[in-house]
């Protein structure tokens, strides 16, 4: 994962609370995604991109919303935090990079984001 | 809902010994992939598996695929403690660019 970057990479915060989670990325990789990981669920897809300015919900985005103004770089807002939304949050890239062949093939990970909301 | 599940969820051998995860999935798909994570890390992809393919090998591992009954194999062989890990299962349906659906994930733990 040493081309994306998930910042912060742990985050305290309190319930009511706007919460900004970033993924950047230096591969260049068309498609970008949000994943939380919580106990007994697996992973499970937030939000996901297709391109700048190109944004789709995935099975779990209620109370949250993302921003792609950059092919590098994928935000994560949650407006107003709840204590549900204590997780860890992983950023994805695929599809192969910008401008040459897709691949629908494997997605590549960032280290995570540890968020607690009090 | 989780489209892929594993079974078991944890399980425990010695070193040297031959691992096998199970999964079982709902709905069609366009291929099947596994990943490993260690604790405190983010996922690793392993080796992908195509909905025309059955069989698949990579280094140590053995993929299966049978899309008759919806299921895939994952079989780790002359296991190694570096093994140890969480490995999760993960269908992708949409075309490859609407995001994976994960199972909840097989536990391992390699006793040395």
């Known amino acids: 994962d040493a081309g994306i970057t998930q910042s912060p990479r742990h985050k305290v915060t309190e319930t009511g609370t706007p919460v900004t989670l970033r993924c950047h990325q230096t591969e260049n990789h068309r498609y970008m995604y949000w994943y939380r990981q919580d106990p007994g669920h697996g992973l499970r897809l937030i939000h996901y991109s297709y391109g700048v300015k190109d944004t789709d919900k995935g099975e779990v985005s209620d109370g949250y919303s993302v921003s792609r103004s950059k092919t590098e770089d994928f935000l994560l807002t949650l407006e107003s935090a709840t204590s549900s939304q204590t997780s860890v949050y992983f950023c994805?890239?695929?599809?192969?990079?910008?401008?040459?062949?897709?691949?629908?093939?494997?997605?590549?990970f960032g280290p995570g984001t540890r968020l607690t909301v009090l | 809902s989780q489209q892929g599940e594993e079974d078991p969820q944890a399980l425990s051998i010695q070193e040297g010994e031959n691992a096998t995860m199970n999964c079982s999935y709902k709905?069609?798909?366009?291929?099947l992939q596994w990943y490993r994570q260690n604790s405190g890390r983010g996922l690793v992809h392993l080796i992908l598996?195509?909905?025309?393919?059955r069989e698949k090998h990579s280094g140590r591992l053995r993929v299966t695929l049978d899309t008759s009954k919806k299921s895939s194999s994952l079989l780790i062989t002359a296991s190694r403690a570096a093994d140890t890990a969480s490995y999760f299962c993960?269908?992708?349906?949409?075309?490859?660019?609407?995001?994976?659906?994960f199972g909840k994930g097989t536990h391992l733990i390699i006793q040395p």
């Open positions: 709905t069609s798909i366009n291929n």
């Open positions: 994805a890239i695929s599809g192969g990079v910008v401008g040459g062949p897709r691949f629908y093939n494997e997605q590549f």
């Open positions: 993960a269908t992708d349906a949409g075309g490859g660019a609407d995001g994976l659906t």
């Open positions: 598996i195509r909905s025309n393919e």
